[in-house]
């Protein structure tokens, strides 16, 4: 790792964070000098994300989104070790099926639902009651371009994202004037977990972008940032679309 910043005295908590979005979240707080409390369920893939990160800065609690369990450790860990927890990003997610939603297993949706959204629920309750409630500070989803319009064969995720998008706005309305909430919609993130939308045809995936690549989980995390600074002080309850310029090409033939 290079040299860090000094601390800047400020805390989060990222779920998901292992690897991909939620790493690169981790990533773009730590280097402005930000301590982050980091989830994922993979106990091995969580050390070596702190190991990669700092250990003086970062700590993993390893478990499963939708574990209420889990959730009221990972906030009761962020408070014993940082004694606050001024932000809150919302990246763990899930998406088991690939198919029309015509035909997708109503227990799988369900999976889906409570982890993408009802874990994010979990979460910002816990960190509200926690800390922010009496402190102030910011929680920043991580929804989809899926959430905003029909995506072929990820319908139960978009479905998901998008009730993600609206819960985004609820709690903005409910919390403030306290705590700033926002989304960020990615379109394709190169990431495991998006590797079946452009694995082996990268570059034909990329074409459609005006901007001509895929995106990278940096890109959303300094969009994170951003999210979660100063500089967007008046900016609450809204889904910044974060995709390459994708959807400038609706109703393009």
Do not use: C
């Not at 702190?50 to 970062?58: F, I, M, S, Y």
């Not at 889906?112 to 500070?137: C, D, M, P, Y």
């Amino acid at each position: 790792m290079t040299e860090l910043p000094a601390l800047s005295g400020r805390a989060a908590l990222v779920t998901g964070a292992s690897r991909g979005i939620g790493y690169g979240v981790a990533e773009a707080l730590v280097a402005r000098g930000d301590r982050v409390v980091i989830t994922g369920r993979n106990e091995e893939a969580l050390k070596e994300a702190v190991e990669r990160l700092g250990a003086d800065r970062v700590i993993g609690v390893a478990g499963k989104a939708h574990d209420l369990a889990h959730q009221t450790e990972a906030v009761e860990r962020a408070m014993e070790a940082f004694g606050r927890v001024d932000y809150l990003v919302n990246n763990a997610g899930t998406n088991p099926v690939f198919g029309p939603i015509a035909d997708v297993d109503l227990d799988v949706a369900r999976k889906v639902f409570e982890t993408n959204v009802i874990s994010a629920l979990g979460f910002a309750q816990k960190t509200w009651h926690a800390w922010q409630r009496e402190n102030g500070g910011a929680i920043v989803n991580i929804a989809s371009v899926a959430g905003l319009a029909p995506s072929p064969f990820i319908g139960a995720y978009g479905v998901s994202k998008a009730a993600m998008i609206n819960l985004t706005q609820q709690l903005a309305h409910e919390f403030a004037p306290k705590v700033r909430v926002n989304a960020i919609a990615p379109a394709v993130v190169k990431t495991k977990f998006a590797e079946a939308l452009y694995e082996g045809r990268e570059a034909e995936a990329a074409a459609s972008y005006p901007l001509g690549r895929l995106g990278v989980p940096s890109d959303i995390g300094g969009a994170a940032a951003f999210l979660t600074s100063a500089q967007s002080d008046w900016v609450t309850g809204q889904t910044l679309v974060v995709d390459g310029g994708i959807f400038l090409n609706a109703g393009v033939g």
